[in-house]
């Protein structure tokens, strides 16, 4: 899990209320990602960050949001928004300008809508 | 579009033996192939990274290779042990003006049983 943490591992949600997912890095990585894990599929990028406050949307933004204030820290709300918020959570870090852009995960947050 | 797609979805093989899994893509411009592996409930852990001009890359009992041409890799896994037991992911990475885009194939999910 190389210096990226994520927390907490477990995390239950009533429907209607806003959550928010932790991740934290000590690589010095400027780029940090969120992506979603569902059963028999590939991740899907929410959010990423290559900068401190600067964020760009992923492919399934719509029901979160994200900020990031710190280099080491990008957290991520899912808000009531999102329809279908139970999955797995991934959090990446990478360097930026680099052809392998190599991205390191942390070790997830599974997050299951009561 | 740019996809990837696994084969198989899932296998099973008895310890001590060797598999492939394969990774097609179509993804344009290409820039690099990564391969991950996954462990249940944690993030995935880079294995190989390859470019547009390497044909072959190992790390221990994995050995990756790239045909570019025809678009297609595998990931060979030599005298297989339990703790091989995970999910592998073919991971492609696209150029884009404002740097690369990720690609991650549905994984494919290895038993190794004794």
């Known amino acids: 899990d190389g210096g990226i943490t994520q927390s907490p591992k477990y995390l239950f949600r009533k429907e209607g209320q806003n959550v928010t997912l932790s991740c934290e890095q000590n690589l010095n990585h400027d780029a940090m990602y969120w992506y979603r894990q569902d059963p028999g599929q590939g991740l899907r990028l929410i959010y990423y960050?290559?900068?401190?406050?600067?964020?760009q949307k992923g492919d399934i933004a719509e029901g979160y949001s994200v900020s990031r204030e710190k280099k080491e820290s990008f957290p991520l709300t899912v808000t009531s928004a999102q329809k279908n918020p139970t999955a797995f959570y991934l959090c990446?870090?990478?360097?930026?300008?680099?052809?392998?852009?190599?991205?390191?995960f942390g070790p997830g947050t599974r997050l299951t809508v009561l | 579009k740019n996809q990837v797609e696994q084969s198989p979805q899932s296998l099973i093989i008895l310890e001590g033996k060797n598999c492939t899994l394969q990774?097609?893509?179509?993804?344009?411009?290409?820039?690099?192939l990564r391969w991950y592996k996954q462990d249940t409930g944690r993030g995935p852990v880079s294995l190989t990274i390859m470019t547009f001009s390497e044909n072959t890359k190992s790390n221990g009992r994995y050995t990756a290779t790239l045909d570019a041409d025809t678009k297609q890799s595998s990931l060979h896994i030599t005298a297989s042990q339990l703790s091989d037991s995970a999910s592998y992911i073919c991971?492609?990475?696209?150029?884009?003006?404002?740097?690369?885009?990720?690609?991650f194939g549905k994984g494919t999910t290895l038993s190794v049983s004794s």
């Open positions: 990446a870090s990478s360097i930026v300008g680099n052809d392998y852009n190599e991205q390191f």
């Open positions: 960050s290559q900068i401190v406050n600067d964020f």
């Open positions: 990774c097609n893509y179509t993804v344009s411009p290409f820039s690099n």
């Open positions: 991971v492609v990475s696209a150029r884009k003006q404002a740097g690369t885009a990720l690609i």
